[in-house]
């Protein structure tokens, strides 16, 4: 193993089946993170990505391998590792600048209630919500909850931020505009963050790598995609990147094509695979956006991928 910031070592996860045997639900998973990276994982459903994550905020505990953190093993929960979850996970009686308080109030033992208030009220501008600051989760948009919930979390400032398919439970355009409500804060913050996600699309835009895992039982991480595309990003401006059907067409055959026979590298460790700089990966099709555009995927494979 290296020196990076997060190192995940031949990680594994078992359960007792109903019949008395072992249920592997992963094993031999090894990645690193840097810091500051945005790394996003996807795989089909049962492959592990969720117990992954719950291994690393210390709300699970795995059966086997280490998970290093900033040279330090991770045993239990931390704030030096915040999560946001799918179901937003705001304290119901109090405001939303209350709850972000309540986050910065454990983080900082020490600050006056001034500074406190202070402090969350900027998370809560970041993320577009200052008029709103008052009001309680009951009186929000499911959307609205949820940028509460990131700016809780990275208000808190953690070294490691945890996001579980934070926006998997929202419509396309509320998706939308908190991917770029997370990209603006991160972009100012460049804190570490380990995001699932089922989405192609989500995965390209936000990640600087993403790793890619085989089907459960006994899944692993396979392939781990560097996603080669200049930031700043947008959803519109990627397609005018060639970059971006080479990428996306990998993702894709990999998870309709590939992700029941993947295998990481003989050490156990995944394949590095940069698909930008691969034109074979697109016979030659995505040298311009013109012509990039027919080396996209069908939306039924789009839909077949996506269902995971």
Not at 119 to 134: I, N, P, Q, T
Not at 158 to 169: K, M, N, R
Request: aromatic share 6%; hydrophobic share 40%.
């Amino acid at each position: 193993m290296t020196n990076a910031f997060l190192q995940v070592d031949h990680l594994k996860k078992e359960f007792p089946a109903p019949d008395g045997s072992t249920l592997t639900v992963f094993r031999d998973v090894s990645f690193e993170v840097e810091k500051g990276e945005f790394v996003c994982i996807i795989g089909h459903s049962g492959c592990g990505k969720s117990t992954i994550l719950n291994v690393l905020a210390g709300l699970d505990e795995a059966s086997g391998g280490n998970v290093i953190m900033n040279g330090k093993e991770i045993f239990g929960p931390s704030l030096e590792r915040g999560v946001v979850f799918q179901n937003y996970s705001l304290l119901p009686w109090m405001s939303s600048l209350r709850n972000i308080m309540f986050g910065v109030r454990a983080r900082w033992k020490n600050w006056s209630k001034a500074k406190v208030q202070q402090h969350s009220e900027e998370y809560l501008r970041l993320v577009g919500l200052d008029k709103a600051m008052h009001n309680k989760p009951s009186q929000l948009s499911g959307g609205m909850r949820q940028r509460v919930s990131i700016a809780r979390a990275f208000a808190t400032q953690p070294e490691l931020l945890l996001l579980d398919e934070p926006f998997g439970a929202l419509d396309a355009l509320t998706r939308g505009v908190i991917q770029d409500e997370l990209l603006k804060i991160w972009g100012e913050t460049r804190q570490t963050v380990f995001m699932i996600t089922h989405d192609v699309d989500e995965a390209i835009l936000l990640s600087d790598r993403i790793l890619l895992m085989s089907n459960g039982p006994e899944a692993r991480v396979a392939e781990s995609v560097k996603v080669d595309i200049p930031r700043p990003r947008t959803r519109t401006g990627m397609l005018d990147e060639p970059a971006y059907y080479r990428i996306r067409n990998h993702l894709i055959d990999f998870l309709i094509n590939r992700s029941e026979t993947s295998k990481p590298g003989d050490d156990g460790w995944p394949r590095v695979v940069d698909p930008a700089k691969d034109e074979s990966m697109d016979n030659g099709a995505a040298k311009s956006p013109a012509s990039a555009t027919q080396a996209r995927t069908t939306p039924s494979e789009s839909a077949k991928a996506s269902t995971l």
